[in-house]
């Protein structure tokens, strides 16, 4: 209940909660099927990722007294981006932010599972580089869920459910047995086929595996350092 900017991480990781829980929520109450719903679950969960990893930077900086670049641990947080110290406004990307802190976690591992009353395991999992990875190549500036089109216009192609498809791809000759279609079919006035888009299942899948997957594990990370290493401050 106290004010966001009087929480030991100045209160990314509150909100970094809150978009994750509002994720949650908005994809089991979700009603409708114009397959682009995935478009602002997964923003939610994208932005909850980049909010996490903002408040666990700021938490081990402040609870080990590591200097933000020449600057105190006190000093408005940033973040070392190719040798170069960057104010936290001025980064999005999931991929610099998670070097990071995962840098931190890493070079500081004994001393911070020494702070812990419960000794937890800080061994940073390969999934979830992996997971950080796809993000990157995914959403590098945080805009690939939140708009339409950005500056690279084959990344609007890839936001929809649904691809341009070819008569011999939407209908192959051997098609494993219970698979359905979902396309929409645009033929010409003498009922012959002109192009079709068919239902991606797959590619959304995956983006939203790897997003789920990661802010569930940066989550997991965040309530662990709000308990052992802030006192839940």
């Not at 996490?52 to 930077?57: A, E, Q, V």
């Not at 670049?69 to 070392?80: A, F, G, I, T």
């Not at 599972?113 to 796809?134: G, H, N, Q, R, Y």
């Amino acid at each position: 209940m106290m004010p966001l900017d009087e929480h030991y991480d100045y209160g990314f990781g509150a909100t970094g909660e809150a978009f994750f829980r509002a994720a949650h929520l908005l994809k089991e109450h979700q009603q409708s099927h114009a397959f682009f719903e995935h478009l602002p679950e997964n923003y939610l969960l994208r932005h909850a990722i980049e909010l996490f990893l903002k408040s666990g930077i700021v938490i081990i900086h402040r609870k080990l007294k590591i200097p933000f670049s020449d600057k105190s641990h006190n000093s408005p947080p940033m973040v070392l981006v190719d040798e170069k110290w960057m104010p936290f406004h001025k980064v999005h990307s999931v991929a610099d932010l998670y070097a990071h802190w995962k840098f931190i976690i890493e070079r500081n591992a004994d001393t911070l599972k020494m702070l812990c009353e419960f000794k937890p395991d800080w061994t940073v999992e390969s999934d979830l580089d992996a997971s950080i990875d796809f993000i990157e190549i995914t959403d590098p500036n945080s805009t690939y869920y939140r708009y339409p089109i950005n500056r690279n216009p084959d990344e609007a192609k890839k936001k929809s459910a649904f691809k341009r498809t070819s008569q011999e791809d939407l209908l192959p000759r051997e098609m494993p047995e219970g698979k359905k279609v979902r396309a929409f079919i645009v033929e010409n006035e003498s009922r012959e086929f002109v192009r079709a888009y068919s239902l991606d299942e797959d590619s959304q899948k995956q983006a939203t595996d790897a997003l789920v997957f990661a802010a569930e594990a940066l989550f997991n990370y965040h309530a662990m350092m709000r308990i052992e290493l802030t006192e839940g401050w």
